[in-house]
């Protein structure tokens, strides 16, 4: 039974950086892409950046691109979230999420396609 954990999530100010990581047990990661999606309050749960399973292929929310990097590094099983100059409106709980895929899979971002999720970080960028 494949399990989530992200750390990394905290409290900084607008400009910022944080590095998200979601550790992957239980199964073997290499059989799964992984999205980083974010919901924030009264807002609907949002696909922010998801990598395919053997790291070839990124989506980028369009408001991250430039400023947030997906990476994994299987042998650690761990895929990270690094986010670079934060603004006040990335403010929310940061979920990963994990979804089988075949090598022929093509990538989604699309909160619906994964099964698999952490329980969040919080992730609040104030003055």
């Known amino acids: 039974q494949v399990q989530?954990?992200?750390s990394g999530g905290g409290l900084v100010q607008p400009g910022g950086s944080l590095r998200l990581s979601c550790l992957v047990s239980g199964y073997t990661i290499q059989y799964y892409?992984?999205?980083?999606?974010?919901?924030?309050?009264g807002k609907e749960r949002e696909g922010v950046s998801c990598i395919s399973r053997g790291g070839g292929s990124s989506y980028y929310e369009?408001?991250?691109k430039g400023r947030f990097t997906i990476s994994r590094d299987n042998g650690r099983k761990t895929v990270y979230l690094q986010m670079d100059?934060?603004?006040p409106e990335d403010t929310a709980v940061y979920y990963c999420a994990a979804r089988r895929t075949?090598?022929?899979t093509p990538l989604s971002c699309a909160s619906s396609d994964y099964d698999?999720?952490?329980q969040g970080t919080q992730?609040?960028?104030s003055s």
Not at 33 to 41: H, K, L, V
């Open 4 to 6: 989530l954990a992200e």
């Open 33 to 41: 892409a992984i999205g980083w999606f974010r919901q924030a309050p």
């Open 62 to 64: 369009d408001s991250v």
């Open 85 to 87: 100059r934060l603004e």
């Open 102 to 104: 075949i090598l022929t």
């Open 116 to 118: 698999i999720w952490g």
């Open 123 to 125: 992730v609040t960028i």
